[in-house]
């Protein structure tokens, strides 16, 4: 194709946007919105990734005390856990600790606390295991010799929420692409409609084009084009949306609660340019099923 | 340069024409003559190649129309030149911008377009008026513009079907003197009308169509040569 014949191809597609502007208002408005939702689920997966990492760095350790063990015995299960490779004694909370942690995380319901006449929490050990390989450490063989130990009632290690997490991750995943693919039939069949409309509002046009010898290429691109240029418009503002209130919502609050596992990231440059690409496609495809379908 | 065999063309049960064969020189200006239904706006439209016949083949400079594929087909739309009775102008372009869209689908440079452009509208006596959208413009400007349209590409061959169907006399005799010097240039012209005046004392050759038939037509013998 002539080089020339781009420049008036786009030309056309922009006058064709400029003449049916209120449509193209709604349809990219449509492909904002989706692309908005649909981006706000990859964010919160690439999140919730982020802190699986950063927690995932440290492998912590609690090892549940018998109710009455003595010193002798405690002293016992301190030294076999000092003499773990790789692990770090943090210390030793006692029964007492325990409940007074747990009245701070109550907060204005540790009334609720005053029920139990005995304290019902066990006395633990603090094991931290830092920049550790999972696979060499096994941490369930660690858990199960400890659990051996006489005095030792239940260990438990942070890997296990991990893992829940990872599974409540999976879950918004999988959640996220339906939702996404939903999201981008939506964008297709609006897109598609709204080429589908200018081109019947310019059917008396094309009629002409053809009659003076114009290919079906030349007819067909300028819409193909349309939709391009919607879906990466909708894409685009979309993403722009999603920073703004990725910029609010990362501004103060959520640092001042102090949980550091809540440090929020935007969306890496490649994925952005993934939505983006994906958006363009979306609006390529819509343009051609339009002109297809019209055509035929 | 057009030659029909045997071509028919059905709508159903219908039949728009039948078992014409027929020959038309380069340069030649026919005319297509018979009432309305005799299918003469069936006939321009196969040689446009806008409809296919239901039987027989086609011919436009010894390619069969029939076995073309639709991208050669619309290349091929560029040299022949169509006129409509209701113009078929954009509304919403300029004179200017409807002829000149003739141009830009064959991908030519804009300064070329330009100056071709008012060249041509010059040419059809529409000089001065390039700006003006066809409603206000009148019928013979609209129809001028049509032509322009038509043959910016230099056409080797022009089809107009009553193109001076909506016209008033005095209109039409300059429309008929445009196609006349078009002629003279060289280009093949088919034109189809049901007034019987247009033909009076021409001795052009004259096409007379009934019922999908051919009337009155003298055998074309293969010794004849092109004018």
Redesign the interface.
Same mark, same amino acid.
């Given at each position: 194709?002539?080089p020339? $014949?781009w420049t008036?191809f786009i030309r056309r597609a922009l006058a064709n946007i400029a003449e049916q502007r209120f449509i193209h208002l709604i349809s990219a408005g449509t492909i904002t919105i989706s692309f908005f939702l649909f981006g706000a689920f990859v964010l919160l997966v690439v999140n919730l990734n982020t802190w699986l990492l950063e927690w995932g760095q440290s492998l912590s350790m609690s090892v549940y005390l018998e109710e009455d063990i003595g010193e002798k015995r405690k002293t016992e299960i301190r030294e076999a856990l000092k003499g773990i490779p790789d692990a770090e004694l943090r210390g030793f909370v006692s029964k007492e600790k325990a409940m007074e942690a747990l009245r701070e995380a109550f907060g204005a319901q540790a009334a609720l606390l005053e029920g139990f006449k005995k304290n019902p929490l066990p006395a633990s050990f603090e094991l931290v295991f830092k920049e550790t390989d999972f696979q060499t450490l096994a941490p369930e063989t660690i858990k199960k010799e400890l659990e051996g130990l006489p005095g030792v009632v239940e260990v438990q290690y942070s890997e296990q929420w991990i893992e829940r997490f990872e599974g409540i991750l999976y879950m918004i995943q999988a959640g996220g692409f339906i939702i996404g693919g939903l999201l981008c039939l939506a964008v297709l069949f609006i897109t598609t409609n709204t080429i589908k409309l200018t081109i019947y509002a310019r059917r008396?046009?094309l009629?002409?084009?053809? $009659?003076?010898?114009?290919?079906?290429r030349?007819v067909k691109t300028p819409f193909l084009i349309e939709g391009a240029i919607e879906g990466v418009l909708g894409g685009t503002v979309a993403l722009a949306g999603l920073y703004g209130v990725y910029g609010l919502v990362s501004m103060k609050p959520l640092y001042a609660s102090g949980f550091p596992i809540l440090k929020l990231v935007f969306l890496p440059p490649g994925i952005a340019l993934g939505l983006i690409v994906l958006s363009l496609i979306l609006g390529l495809i819509a343009g051609l099923i339009a002109v297809g379908r019209f055509f035929n | 340069m057009i030659q029909l065999f045997n071509v028919s063309k059905h709508f159903g049960q219908n039949v728009a024409l039948a078992d014409l064969t027929l020959r038309i020189r380069q340069g030649e200006f026919v005319f297509v003559t018979g009432p309305s239904g005799a299918g003469k706006t069936t006939l321009l439209r196969l040689i446009f190649g806008a409809q296919r016949p239901s039987d027989g083949a086609i011919l436009i400079s010894g390619i069969n129309l029939g076995r073309i594929r639709r991208a050669k087909l619309d290349l091929m739309r560029r040299r022949i030149g169509f006129v409509f009775q209701d113009f078929k102008l954009l509304s919403t372009k300029t004179a200017f911008q409807n002829v000149a869209l003739a141009l830009e689908v064959t991908g030519e440079r804009p300064s070329i377009i330009r100056k071709k452009t008012r060249q041509m509208l010059r040419a059809v006596g529409l000089n001065g008026k390039e700006s003006l959208y066809p409603p206000e413009l009148s019928g013979g400007e609209q129809q001028r513009i049509a032509i322009a349209r038509a043959v910016i590409n230099e056409p080797i061959i022009l089809l107009a079907d009553e193109p001076t169907g909506s016209l008033d006399p005095d209109i039409t005799n300059e429309i008929m003197l445009l196609f006349r010097t078009i002629n003279l240039r060289g280009t093949t012209v088919l034109f189809a009308t049901h007034n019987r005046e247009l033909l009076k004392g021409t001795d052009q050759r004259t096409l007379m169509l009934k019922n999908g038939r051919m009337v009155q037509e003298p055998p074309v013998s293969s010794e004849e040569t092109d004018p």
């Open positions: 194709m002539i020339r $014949l008036y008396e046009e009629e002409i084009y053809k $009659l003076v010898g114009a290919t079906d030349f | -």
